[in-house]
């Protein structure tokens, strides 16, 4: 969805999922879910007929059971890498503003982890205000793992991951022959279009990209292995 403010159209946020499923049910928790809530969120913006001020993009990715081929593949040729010499970025690293991912089941999203970005803590409490009452309370500094947002975290773009409900993810779903779409919540689903909605348009709208923490290479900054 291209931007439309004169000065901030060539900044981007994404979001995102894996499109990939695990084979021996049809990946409905692991990824359909995911990749299902950030189709409504584009369709949403769509329909409302909203005016972003930066582009917002959608990235569907493959590959992520395999090692985050995909997502990796797309950050290393658009934005940059790391290799011996340190961080290499293209022009397009310095106009990325955010990714956020949902990639942890049915489960209602209760809050993000920061990824050691201590500085978006105050802006992501803002943003999740209106949905304080339905329970989304959490920020915590912690990193977490295991999914896409990492391939932007790896060459020091802010990339989030959300905090979600379990329901049945680790016990019943998660690579088994029980991922199947009788297993998806629909009020969650819901409830996680709406806040991933909100995410992306705010992070569209505010007047600075979402601050950064240091680099890869930098003191305080990581490499992605």
């Given at each position: 969805?291209?931007?439309?403010?004169?000065?901030?159209?060539?900044?981007?946020?994404?979001?995102?999922?894996?499109?990939?499923?695990?084979?021996?049910?049809?990946?409905?928790?692991?990824?359909?879910?995911?990749?299902?809530?950030?189709?409504?969120?584009?369709?949403?913006?769509?329909?409302?007929?909203?005016?972003?001020?930066?582009?917002?993009?959608?990235?569907?990715?493959?590959?992520?059971?395999?090692?985050?081929?995909?997502?990796?593949?797309?950050?290393?040729?658009?934005f940059g890498a790391v290799d011996s010499t340190g961080l290499r970025t293209t022009p397009a690293h310095a106009k990325?503003?955010?990714?956020?991912?949902?990639?942890?089941?049915?489960?209602?999203?209760?809050?993000?982890?920061?990824?050691?970005?201590?500085?978006?803590?105050?802006?992501?409490?803002?943003?999740?205000?209106?949905?304080?009452?339905?329970?989304?309370?959490?920020?915590?500094?912690?990193?977490?793992?295991?999914?896409?947002?990492?391939?932007?975290?790896?060459?020091?773009?802010?990339?989030?991951?959300?905090?979600?409900?379990?329901?049945?993810?680790?016990t019943r779903t998660h690579h088994s022959n029980q991922d199947v779409y009788e297993r998806v919540q629909e009020d969650?689903?819901?409830?996680?279009?709406?806040?991933?909605?909100?995410?992306?348009?705010?992070?569209?709208?505010?007047?600075?990209?979402?601050?950064?923490?240091?680099?890869?290479?930098?003191?305080?900054?990581?490499?992605?292995?």
């Open positions: 969805i291209p931007g439309t403010d004169s000065r901030l159209k060539d900044e981007v946020v994404m979001i995102g999922a894996h499109f990939d499923s695990w084979h021996t049910g049809t990946g409905a928790t692991d990824n359909a879910a995911g990749s299902a809530i950030m189709m409504e969120v584009m369709r949403i913006i769509k329909t409302l007929n909203l005016q972003p001020r930066r582009t917002i993009r959608i990235g569907l990715w493959m590959g992520e059971e395999q090692g985050l081929l995909g997502s990796r593949a797309y950050v290393r040729e658009h990325f503003s955010a990714y956020f991912n949902v990639d942890n089941g049915t489960g209602k999203i209760r809050g993000v982890y920061q990824q050691g970005n201590a500085s978006v803590a105050p802006i992501f409490n803002a943003w999740m205000g209106p949905f304080k009452a339905g329970g989304m309370k959490t920020l915590t500094i912690s990193n977490t793992g295991g999914t896409d947002h990492q391939s932007f975290d790896g060459v020091g773009l802010p990339g989030f991951q959300f905090i979600q409900d379990a329901v049945e993810y680790n969650d689903m819901k409830w996680n279009t709406a806040v991933v909605a909100a995410f992306a348009w705010q992070a569209a709208q505010r007047d600075d990209k979402l601050p950064r923490k240091a680099p890869p290479g930098a003191p305080g900054g990581r490499a992605i292995p």
